[in-house]
Antibody, heavy 116, light 107 residues
């Protein structure tokens, strides 16, 4: 069945770079797209960006200068890198399968705290 | 960016009641709208897409409607397991944006 699982450090220091991995199973990255969505504690959802089945990417303009999404199709993994982290980047980070731009499967999420 | 305004922010209703949650887009999104349910401590789950299409496996007491800039999620015969926060999301234009959420509790 379709599954996504995020992994990465739980704590990142301010100004440092966040690196997260989304490992998927049950579907192919060459036929489906994956998005990253984040949620600050107790708050709403923010779409960060996507990597489409053909390998192209789109980013939220609010994050575009700091964000990079890539993939390794042979390992069924999608990667998120975001630099210059600040405390307001503290959030749960989800990877999701995007079906025609809405999200039908979500990972469990990984909590990332930005703190020194 | 398209702003999605959800109302109410919170809602308390009795078991068996019918509830409605509204989502207003800042411009026409041509029914490119999804609804999600997020239970405490869990990931969001897709309920409705294309404004009114029920996702596989979602109970039929959930329904969506609307067009243009105004959309709604209706829950019939409220059950205890419906306690959650509900979000709308537009996908007509980038960036994809979500409403701020409606927290549903049982009275």
């Amino acid at each position: 069945q379709v599954q996504l699982k995020e992994s990465g450090p739980g704590l990142v220091q301010p100004s440092q770079t966040l690196s997260l991995t989304c490992t998927v199973s049950g579907f192919s990255l060459t036929s489906n797209s994956v998005s990253w969505v984040r949620q600050p504690p107790g708050k709403g959802l923010e779409w960060m960006g996507a990597i489409w089945s053909g390998g192209s990417t789109d980013y939220n303009s609010a994050l575009k200068s700091r964000l990079s999404i890539s993939r390794d199709t042979s390992k069924s993994q999608v990667f998120l890198k975001m630099n210059s982290l600040q405390t307001e980047d503290t959030a749960i980070y989800f990877c999701t399968r995007a079906l025609q731009y809405y999200f039908d499967y979500w990972g469990q999420g990984v909590m990332v705290t930005v703190s020194s | 960016d398209i702003r999605m305004t959800q109302s109410p922010a919170s809602l308390s209703a009795s078991l068996g009641e019918t509830v409605n949650i509204e989502c207003l887009a800042s411009e026409d999104i041509y029914s490119d709208l999804a609804w999600y349910q997020q239970k405490p401590g869990k990931s969001p789950q897709l309920l409705i897409y294309n404004a009114n299409s029920l996702q596989n496996g979602v109970p039929s007491r959930f329904s969506g409607s609307g067009s243009g800039t105004q959309y709604s999620l209706k829950i019939n015969s409220l059950q205890s397991e419906d306690v959650a926060t509900y979000f709308c999301q537009q996908y007509n234009n980038y960036p994809l944006t979500f409403g701020s959420g409606t927290k549903l509790e049982i009275k």
